[in-house]
């Protein structure tokens, strides 16, 4: 079910997303699915404070919002390892937008920052070990 105030839908995509060098491919869902379609499939995470939650993707792969998004303008599947036959979602396609539409897309996306939904930092562990700032 959709989140708006989240910006995510809560559903699990394959997007085809490079691992890092020399690393296999994360079966992601697959595994606790029992569900080969689900291959290389990982939750949408919420756009709410993207611009906090750096680096990208599952792994890691793209240390900024910029990259990110130039992923998904690089092709459909352009980074699924040979071999893998991989399901690629549906809303993944290639928007074909010019260098200026991919800035002002980071820029918009930076603006999904609210501190509001930042979780308060406890001041004690429930160890008891205090937190330094």
Sequence with gaps: MPHPSLFTNQQF???GTPEPDGLPIDPGAEIPFNDKSLRGAFKVPSLRNI??????MHSGRFKTLRETVQFYMDGRGHAVPDGEN??????IWEPNLTDYELDRLVDFLKTL????????????LPSGLHISS
């Design 86 to 91: 991989l399901l690629i979602h549906w809303h």
């Design 51 to 56: 611009a906090q939650t750096a680096p990208y």
């Design 13 to 15: 995509a394959v997007i």
């Design 113 to 124: 920052t609210d501190e509001s939904f930042k979780p308060k930092v406890p001041e004690v």
